[in-house]
T-cell receptor, first 115, second 112 residues
Framework: DQQVKQNSPSLSVQEGRISILNCDYTNSMFDYFLWYKKYPAEGPTFLIS?????DKNEDGRFTVFLNKSAKHLSLHIVPSQPGDSAVYFC??????????????FGTGTRLQVTL | NAGVMQNPRHLVRRRGQEARLRCSPMKGHSHVYWYRQLPEEGLKFMVY????????ESGMPKERFSAEFPKEGPSILRIQQVVRGDSAAYFC??????????FGPGTRLTVL
């Protein structure tokens, strides 16, 4: 049962354009969402997060949008740079259940930013 | 401020041997999580620990796997009698409370 889904395994975007990565979830208990970036042979690097009480969070070139009714979130990167080429993971947790806040990950989207 | 440290980075074991993976959390972080990534898959939660306590081990295989986070020293993920299916990247993460988790570089376990 894949509770967090990233339906696009790969995405190619030209340098300077916007990259939009999508993520859907099924568990309505999730209330905290994160995006991580991962290079080969390295650990995931935290990029940006959003709580379910918000619908948008912005940090520099990265913006995350949350649509709770659709159980959908997206990561926008603008402008895209060659160094952004990596695998991006969406993750979710249930912070307010009183239980452990383990992360549930999607399967990742490989972003390639071309010159 | 050093990040999450994991060692070894690469570990090769023969079937039936034991594997010990170590994780030192970031300074000030009292929560440690272990995840496993199989080839071409996302990360899967294994276990969540605080000092001297296992909080959630719902993702741990029932046999051969154990984890600890002692009062002093790093967290240890121990895999006894390894099999080829245990070959994966094992990542440790830490957080100050139930918030953002920061990951280490991972240990890549290869079972021959």
């Amino acid at each position: 049962d894949q509770q967090v889904k990233q339906n696009s395994p790969s995405l190619s975007v030209q340098e300077g354009r916007i990259s939009i990565l999508n993520c859907d979830y099924t568990n309505s208990m999730f209330d905290y969402f994160l995006w991580y970036k991962k290079y080969p042979a390295e650990g995931p690097t935290f990029l940006i997060s959003i709580s379910s009480i918000k619908d948008k969070n912005e940090d520099g070139r990265f913006t995350v949008f949350l649509n709770k009714s659709a159980k959908h979130l997206s990561l926008h990167i603008v402008p895209s740079q060659p160094g952004d080429s990596a695998v991006y993971f969406c993750a979710a947790s249930a912070q307010n259940t009183g239980t452990a806040s383990k992360l549930t990950f999607g399967t990742g989207t490989r972003l390639q930013v071309t010159l | 401020n050093a990040g999450v440290m994991q060692n070894p980075r690469h570990l090769v074991r023969r079937r039936g041997q034991e594997a010990r993976l170590r994780c030192s959390p970031m300074k000030g972080h009292s929560h440690v999580y272990w995840y496993r990534q199989l080839p071409e898959e996302g990360l899967k939660f294994m276990v969540y620990l605080q000092k001297e306590n296992i909080i959630d081990e719902s993702g741990m295989p029932k046999e051969r796997f154990s984890a600890e986070f002692p009062k002093e020293g790093p967290s240890i993920l121990r895999i006894q009698q390894v099999v080829r299916g245990d070959s994966a990247a094992y990542f440790c993460a830490s957080s100050p409370r139930n918030y953002t988790q920061y990951f280490g570089p991972g240990t890549r376990l290869t079972v021959l």
